[in-house]
T-cell receptor
Framework: DTAVSQTPKYLVTQMGNDKSIKCEQN?????MYWYKQDSKKFLKIMFS???????INETVPNRFSPKSPDKAHLNLHINSLELGDSAVYFC???????????FGPGTRLTVT | RKEVEQDPGPFNVPEGATVAFNCTYS??????FFWYRQDCRKEPKLLMS???SGNEDGRFTAQLNRASQYISLLIRDSKLSDSATYLC???????????FGTGTRLLVSP
């Protein structure tokens, strides 16, 4: 069973559209994250939720809105997509006092 | 200045070689340190933690120098399967936030 899963794996869309990416973890972890990895492979945290509560919100345009319906799910909705949003978006989770984060397989978003 | 800096490489080495990667971090309040590995078009995975006393896991040895804010990873007897990007990672705010370096790419050739 996949520990951290994301859908879709690939997403190609046009500028101005609105899209969502979903993430689910079956590890029983309390904390989930969204990261963005750009074309230069730089991986940067965007958001973090702990038990459905937002705890980290980096400097991200407000077109990006995370939602955590329960602690096993963290979705990312993006409004008015721009060319610069093209990247790989990774979801991750972490449990309790452990430092290790488990990453999902990534969603490759291409905005044309 | 980036919070975590690494030489992007690539490091091209033959099988069996020893290779070392370095990393510096700017936030003296960083608390924990790690090396993650990322294969091409895959997600990052934890390789090992880094402790002040130095630690070893098979062919991999990690070192931390808090005074110099410097982290290293040594790979001995390189295998073809070691080809990947190695990401230096530090934490701030406890374990909540990981800050990644840009990664060092390693290519091991036969």
């Amino acid at each position: 069973d996949t520990a951290v899963s994301q859908t879709p794996k690939y997403l190609v869309t046009q500028m101005g559209n609105d899209k969502s990416i979903k993430c689910e973890q079956n590890l029983g972890h309390d904390t989930m994250y969204w990261y963005k990895q750009d074309s230069k492979k730089f991986l940067k945290i965007m958001f973090s939720y702990n038990n459905k509560e937002l705890i980290i919100n980096e400097t991200v345009p407000n077109r990006f809105s995370p939602k955590s319906p329960d602690k096993a799910h963290l979705n990312l909705h993006i409004n008015s997509l721009e060319l610069g949003d093209s990247a790989v978006y990774f979801c991750a989770s972490r449990g309790g006092s452990s430092y290790e984060q488990y990453f999902g397989p990534g969603t490759r978003l291409t905005v044309t | 200045r980036k919070e975590v800096e690494q030489d992007p490489g690539p490091f091209n080495v033959p099988e069996g070689a020893t290779v070392a990667f370095n990393c510096t971090y700017s936030n003296s309040a960083s608390q924990s340190f790690f090396w993650y590995r990322q294969d091409c078009r895959k997600e990052p995975k934890l390789l090992m933690s880094v402790y002040s006393s130095g630690n070893e896991d098979g062919r991999f040895t990690a070192q931390l120098n808090r005074a110099s804010q410097y982290i290293s990873l040594l790979i001995r007897d390189s295998k073809l399967s070691d080809s990947a990007t190695y990401l230096c990672v530090v934490t701030v705010s406890g374990f909540q936030k990981l800050v990644f370096g840009t990664g060092t790419r390693l290519l091991v050739s036969p």
